[in-house]
């Protein structure tokens, strides 16, 4: 086996032989089965929920009504009665002594029925929305006769959009799920992967082993062998964390496609943001190598770690500004800064914002980048291999390159 | 086995604008073993760093059997002066992964790892963690990944510090093995008496430099050559024949000067002369701890014992 193999297999051999490995990767997806499985039962039980506490009831109130649609028969049914004293009957609210005051204004389509009512609480008090809106409805449905008009009076009818774009039907905006995984994937695998690579470069120095073992092996060698290992190591993760996931999807997919038509999967950008994730994902592997070569132990990391990270997943914090304002200069810049590239430009992708040359551009500048950091990181490694008590300096690369 | 041969030609190393080593030049023979000797800070683990292409020279050619070492080269056995192991890995573990490193098969690197556990009473120990190891028995371990796959050239910066006697003695006795068996020894110490016991040839680095280069008897007379060992009571007085090296207890050294016979019977007549109660007397080679106190701290301990002596 070469030597770069000899160390892929140490590294991953190591990490995954450990429990606490297993105990981490098990953890995430047997939490999230078991609290799926928690609300699933409790609304099986059919629990008395406060959203459904908020819908109307059958409730003792007053009511005034200045439009002269409601229907007292109506209003009845739901234990209303036509107010003799409005200001009397507020009172009377306030005080405790009746439940609500419904005013109906003289033109609802313009103007807020006015509720005053005791408190039930947050969600409950809805109720009483509710009711006022369920008694103008029905008194205004009683006086129509079609029941198709009836039917359009509760619900608004539903709009089927096809859009075509060069004479082919567009993609609708389900078209931007499946390209958006890779955002999640990425944004899941910076968090997975920043901790793993910083302690297993920074190890070396921290327990005094770097100058042993660049006797027999390279440092690039070293470090892409350790790259190399963590990324299968972090594959492993995905394929446990994938089997809940995969799990929901078959139960998850049939619900939804009865509901919102077929997801459309577009091959141009379903390549584009695969392309994209894999560099993105070198490119913070690379950058997190850098860290662990930059310091002397593991404590010392934290903060380099914890910029790194930032660096990488902020796009996401603004990714509805990046698919609403593509064209902006904000979201230029963003797409090209470096470590902003693998986030800003799969949202982009995913929302079709992102043209085939951009395209092109930000993957190999994702590929580029990650190359040159991971050579940086070697450089950094190999230089401050003997450097055991403190972080690497800009004076220091500086000097390196003088002498 | 044929051991390596190493050739240093006017290596010099800057950190920034300082030179740590300045046009530092030797060689070392196959099988021969080479102590590479100097204070704190001289410049020793800088050269075998560079040697061993862990750190780039700043200029100067620094060579293994005639190529700048690459890993892919093999055949070295490096003990570092900063030194550490995978402390959460098994001891099995990380000689194994050591061993493939170097090449070795999986089985032979097993059986010749558990060999060696038994051998210096680790065998027990194979499947723990090596933080759960005393610092001497990891030093062992150490020293058996240095020494796995028969190295041709074994470098050892400070070998035995932190070591008790008895762990001492063992190492010394597997560098004694390596050298046996052909291979090319380097070794970095303070210890004079580990140099005088294993050491063909010496070097004596002192600001990045060259100090003394040669035997030990070159250069052992290169500093004079011949040493008075004096067993006395009292004070030793003042002579133009000798110059006092060390006093301590009821042994002095003295420096013959260049005036004094080769066999120091003057020196002794004038110390029985001047009333010094004289119970022992020897001429001998001038030790190498002397000429380390000379080359880096002479003048300070010359200066001190002479004050007390008045």
Redesign the interface.
Known sequence: MSRIGTVIRFEFTRAVKKPAFWIGTLALPLVVVLVSLLVGVGQAAGTDSALSRASATKTPFHYVDRSGLVSESVAARWGGTPSDDESGDRADVVAGRLEALVVFPATPSTESIRVTATDRGLFENNAYASLAQRVLEQSVAADVDDPEAVALLRSPPSADVTAYADGRVAPGWLSIVPPLLYVAAFFGLVILLAARMVTVVVEEKENRISEMILTTVTAGDLIRGKVVAMLLVCLVQIGVFMVPGLLSLVVVVPLLAGRVGHVTIDPWRMLVGALLLVGGVLLASALFVAVGAAVPSIKDASALQSTAIFALIIPVYAAFFVMTSPTSPVVAFFTYFPTFTPVTAMVRNAVGALSPLESVVCIVEVFGVAVLLLWFAQYLFRHSVAQYGSKVTLRQIASWRRS | MAGASISVQDFVM???DRAVVDGLSFDVAPGETFGLLGSNGSGK?TTI?AL????AP?SGTLTIDGRP????T?G?G???E????????SVL?VMT??A???GMQRPAATAWSMDYLARVGLADKAKLRVDKLSGGQQQKV?LG??IMDRPRLLILDEPTKGLDPVNRRLLLDLVDERKADGATVVLVTHHMDEVERLCDRILLLKDGDAAAYGTISEVQDAFGGAVAKVSLSGPVPRSPLYKLARHEGHVAYLVPSTTAAPDGSDILAALVGAGVHVSGFEMRKIPLDEIFVQVYGHDALVDETARSTR
Not at chain 2, 69 to 72: G, H, I, Q, T
Not at chain 2, 82 to 89: N, Q, S, T, V, W
């Open positions: 800057r950190f920034g683990t760093r061993l292409g862990i750190t700043t070492y690459r890993p892919a093999g070295i490096y003990l570092p900063e030194r550490g192991l995978y402390r959460k890995e573990d992964y050591f493939a490193l170097r150490q990944i240095t």
